[in-house]
Each structure stands twice: as structure tokens, then as C-alpha cells.
T-cell receptor, first 116, second 113 residues
Framework: GAVVSQHPSWVICKSGTSVKIECRSLDFQATTMFWYRQFPKQSLMLMATSNEGSKATYEQGVEKDKFLINHASLTLSTLTVTSAHPEDSSFYIC????????????FGDGTRLSIL | AQTVTQSQPEMSVQEAETVTLSCTYDTSESNYYLFWYKQPPSRQMILVIRQEAYKQQNATENRFSVNFQKAAKSFSLKISDSQLGDTAMYFCAFGGSNYKLTFGKGTLLTVNP
């Protein structure tokens, strides 16, 4: 089946630093990638939609300057949490889909981000 | 905007028995997909089953089946012969024409030995 790799799986960093999370589709070309955030014991909340070669579309309430998304190729999207603070600590999950296929989104394994 | 409602925050079932998880949704779209995802403690999102709205036949995947009632906007998941490995958080999700997924709040299912 299709595989989406997300890296790193867990990162701990100091407040004020920036953290980059990568999402790669390993065996298919992902025209669209999505970034979700999940707080403990809560559901997944869509943060943004990323289309290859164009600017990401952010959901209401998500700060685009805080969460920078780049989708430079059909196999890679990155989420950079800039000037991270403890309230940014969360579980971040990406998913990828090829919109001209009949396949569902394929999810990465997620990244646990802890800001000290 | 779409909404997905899972009214059962937690459920439990004995091993080998059957359990049904409820989900209702609201949308004005005519073409869409509905999904059930399983999220075990590892937090991996695992697709359990998918239903296309234009198909009247209920989807089945081995021990998992759905009861899709389009007019009632209901999409329940039945798990037969429950196994300990079925213990997880289950999310119902709506997928529209823009491929975005809207998730319900989830149901924590515990399978007891």
C-alpha cells in the first residue's frame, strides 16, 4: 500500500527555536498534502492544505506566519513551526493524496512536538 | 461547512462480541466519502473502512461493516468478533470534493478479555 513517511517522530526543543517537520510520499506523487494537529485525547484538526507548487491554504484561526508550509515537490511537504512556544506542543500529523486517483488520504505516523 | 458527530465518547465490549459505534454527519454536498479510522495508542491513523455516498451497498471489510443511511445522514460502524487488538480510538470522518477530512471527536473503544 501507499506509504507516507513523517520525520522526525519526536522532537524536543527550547522555546523560541524553529522546528521543521517533513512529510514524504514514498511511492506515489501527492498532489495535495494536509497538515493536522491533535491535542491529547482530542480529534484531529485540519491546519492547512498544501498543493504542490502553490501557497498553502490555512484553516481559520491558524497563523500562517507561525506555521510555515512548503510543498516544493510532488513527494515532499514541510511544516515549520517558527519561534515555537510551549503552547505549540502537540502531535502533528500529515497526510497525502493524489487527487486524480480514487485513493483515500494516506497518513504519516505523526510527530510529537514538545517545547520546553 | 460539514459537521461530524460521534455521540459515544467511550464504549466497551467483551472479546468475541459485537459492538456498534455511532456517527452522524451534516452536509449539503451530494458527492462525498465517509470513513472510519482507528487510532491505537501508537497514534497511527489506520483506515478501517470507506463508503462512497453514491453507493447504496454498505461497505464491509472482514469483521468491520457499516450501516450507511444517507437520508438520515448516519454512518455507524459494526465490529464483529471483537478482538483485544481492536482497542483504540475510532474516528468517523467526512471527505468532500476538496479531499479535506472533517473528523468527529472520536469514540474510545475498549475490548475486555
Amino acid at each position: 500500500g501507499a506509504v507516507v513517511s513523517q520525520h522526525p517522530s519526536w522532537v524536543i526543543c527550547k522555546s523560541g527555536t524553529s522546528v521543521k517537520i517533513e512529510c514524504r510520499s514514498l511511492d506515489f506523487q501527492a498532489t495535495t498534502m494536509f497538515w493536522y494537529r491533535q491535542f491529547p485525547k482530542q480529534s484531529l484538526m485540519l491546519m492547512a492544505t498544501s498543493n504542490e507548487g502553490s501557497k498553502a491554504t490555512y484553516e481559520q484561526g491558524v497563523e500562517k506566519d507561525k506555521f510555515l508550509i512548503n510543498h516544493a515537490s510532488l513527494t515532499l511537504s514541510t511544516l515549520t513551526v517558527t519561534s515555537a512556544h510551549p503552547e505549540d506542543s502537540s502531535f502533528y500529523i500529515c497526510s497525502a493524496v493524489r487527487t486524480d486517483s480514487n485513493q483515500p488520504q494516506h497518513f504519516g505516523d505523526g510527530t510529537r512536538l514538545s517545547i520546553l | 461547512a460539514q459537521t461530524v458527530t460521534q455521540s459515544q465518547p467511550e464504549m466497551s465490549v467483551q472479546e468475541a462480541e459485537t459492538v456498534t459505534l455511532s456517527c452522524t454527519y451534516d452536509t449539503s454536498e451530494s458527492n462525498y466519502y465517509l470513513f472510519w479510522y482507528k487510532q491505537p495508542p501508537s497514534r497511527q491513523m489506520i483506515l478501517v473502512i470507506r463508503q462512497e455516498a453514491y453507493k447504496q451497498q454498505n461497505a464491509t471489510e472482514n469483521r468491520f461493516s457499516v450501516n450507511f443511511q444517507k437520508a438520515a445522514k448516519s454512518f455507524s460502524l459494526k465490529i464483529s468478533d471483537s478482538q483485544l487488538g481492536d482497542t483504540a480510538m475510532y474516528f468517523c470522518a467526512f471527505g468532500g470534493s476538496n479531499y479535506k477530512l472533517t473528523f468527529g471527536k472520536g469514540t474510545l473503544l475498549t475490548v475486555n478479555p
